[in-house]
């Protein structure tokens, strides 16, 4: 990352994704202008700034001429932000400022906000809002002077960081009244976008004296817990080469794991794979992985052998994302898998390594998708990720949408190690292989029609050929999925 002068001193802004664009964060002293209409989450945004300022030993004041202090506790806490605990340990106050109606008041008001800052010693400060404020002084002459003496020679000499809110009206051009954008280091404006019916959150960056300004829409969420996140693209710079020393076998795990099935998993003509083809069969970890299967084959079968496979063999943490099968779907197969490879005490433990997701993909817009999906990733930690449907996906949102999410999950995921499986269903081979997906795998496979299967396995019925290609080469050799085993078992009915 681009570092900005030695002289400036910068602090996180507390938001993921904010800080990587601000060069860190903001410079201790700045005033920053968070503009918005109604309800874009300026307040929130805000109070993550102090909230993780008062986390690290900073003290944060929230100055509010609009909200209760009652009701913002209560709206900050459902977003997993305890202002109460940060304000008994002294590192927060709330400034109700609500009654005062008179340009006296107002000064006396500020006056005690600068006295306040001394005798607290508090470094952060919001001030919500900024045109609330203003609107009690009716001289306009007397508002540049204010703004002057209490932002520029006030606060900002006392080098504490200050984020101005400013309301912002559905159809107005001007931020405020056009005096406070020109005294700030930054303008950030909050703004809503509805797409297919569905809001998505856009953080506009207008301006910001200490950093270079490329990307100006950036998409945002609001989540209890993460509070305020910013989407933003990977940085394939920061993504480590795969690890060759660590990989998976995945025709041994599913050899093993047919052994233990007394050879019903797969079909007779695995007798011609050999486990010592390593190299062959084998994926380094963090390798990201497309798996394209006939449309005639349910992916949460493929998905579930090859999670038992590699639970019995690896012990890894597994995590399912899926667009298509519920949890307790996918859960029961692996379990019942598990059973047969592996038996009931096996079973609980390593299904205990298992987590699974399921998203109705038509409910999110398509950069929300892609946060529940980095998000499910960060909090399970999985060594493995499967990913069912990612084919709906592509059919729900725009293509360059669609493939930007995908080059990005793929660079995230690799980033972090998780060696991930994405299921395509596709007519045949060629279809994937020309899919854009495919260059920016490290290995491919694809699971064909039963029917092309040759020789002695043809009479297997609900078999599958699995091909494996990729990262070390096509490989001609081919084993073959039994799935009629799950019904035969009653994994499914
Ligand atoms: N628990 C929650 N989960 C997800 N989103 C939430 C949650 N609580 C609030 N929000 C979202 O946060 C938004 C409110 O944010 P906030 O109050 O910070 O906006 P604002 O710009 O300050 O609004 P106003 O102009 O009314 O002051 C709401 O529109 C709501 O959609
Ligand atoms: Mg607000």
Redesign the pocket.
Known sequence: MQKPSKTLEIISTGIRGLDRILLGGYPRGALILLA??????????A?KFLYEGGLAGEKGIYVNF??PKKDFLV?MA??GMDFTELEEKGLFEYIEALTIVDEDALVAQLEDILRRIVETGAKRLVI??VTAMLQIVKDKAKIRELVQNFFVNGVKQMDVTTIL?A?HPYGAKMVGYGIEEFIVDAVMI?RFEIVQGKIRRILELRKARWAPIRQAEIPFY???GIVVELSLPEAPQEVPALDLSSRYNLAKALLDLNKAARGELLGNNTCRLHVGEEGVYVIPRGAQIVVGHTPTLDAKHLISLLTAALLVSYKPRIALFSFKSSPIALRRLIGCLLSIGCGRECTNELLSNVYVESVNPTAFTFTEIYDIMRQFVEAVKPDILFVEGMDIIEQFVQRNEYLEMLYNLMLSNKRERVTSFYTFSARDAEAIYNRMAASMADVMIYVEEPHTIMGEAASIKQSYIVEFAGFFGRVERKISLNVELLYKHRCIS
């Open positions: 918005g209409n109604p309800g874009t989450g300026k307040s929130t945004m109070a609009v909200e709206h459902m977003l919500d809002s809110i309301e909050l609001i989540r209890p």
